[in-house]
């Protein structure tokens, strides 16, 4: 079998959703993306394709690695929610860009003080509630800003602060590891 028949409709440059099949979206099914990861790694694996040479093989490998880091940026929310930034033509640009909306700064100012403030695991997991929350309502204002609003300034404010979110959790989770020690 010869590996480009195996995938003849997407070249290593092609994007994700189109290595993967999947509509380029934030939304996305997990199950559908973790089958789809599962057929495409069978279907490249080095193995399969011994009798070829090592040639092949190598080209196998490729694939397969260029699989996982697919598989690796589409079933991460904000990952995903970033990279489909990218491809639009709205980079997120978090190394330089640090512009958010004065309500997002003075929550941040407010967790990071309740951060410094909590003396017990139960402070520390209302404050992981609390940011849970948050992070679970800019996911779903994500999906609406990429999917059907098609707003990629929206996108790139809630990926950036999705992105702060995320380090924050686990400054969260650093800080009930200290304190359970």
Not at 39 to 53: K, M, T, Y
Not at 116 to 140: I, N
Request: net charge neutral; with cysteine.
């Amino acid at each position: 079998m010869r590996l480009r028949r195996v995938l003849p409709r997407v070249n290593l440059q092609s994007d994700d959703f189109e290595l993967f099949g999947l509509p380029a979206q934030f939304s996305q099914s997990r199950a559908e993306l973790d089958a789809r990861w599962k057929q495409l790694q069978r279907e490249v694996h080095p193995d399969r394709f011994a009798d070829q040479g090592q040639a092949a093989q190598r080209l196998a490998l490729q694939w397969s690695v260029r699989i996982n880091e697919a598989y690796q940026r589409l079933k991460d929310p904000l990952k995903r929610a970033a990279y489909l930034c990218e491809l639009r033509g709205a980079p997120i640009r978090a190394h330089d860009n640090t512009a958010m909306p004065a309500s997002f700064l003075v929550r941040q100012m407010q967790w990071r003080e309740a951060l410094d403030e909590a003396d017990s695991a139960a402070a520390l997991q209302t404050l992981s509630a609390q940011t849970q929350v948050e992070q679970t309502t800019l996911l779903d204002r994500l999906a609406d800003s990429l999917d059907r609003t098609g707003d990629l300034q929206e996108a790139v404010a809630q990926v950036r602060a999705l992105m702060f979110i995320e380090r924050f959790a686990r400054e969260i989770d650093a800080r009930c590891d200290q304190m359970c020690a």
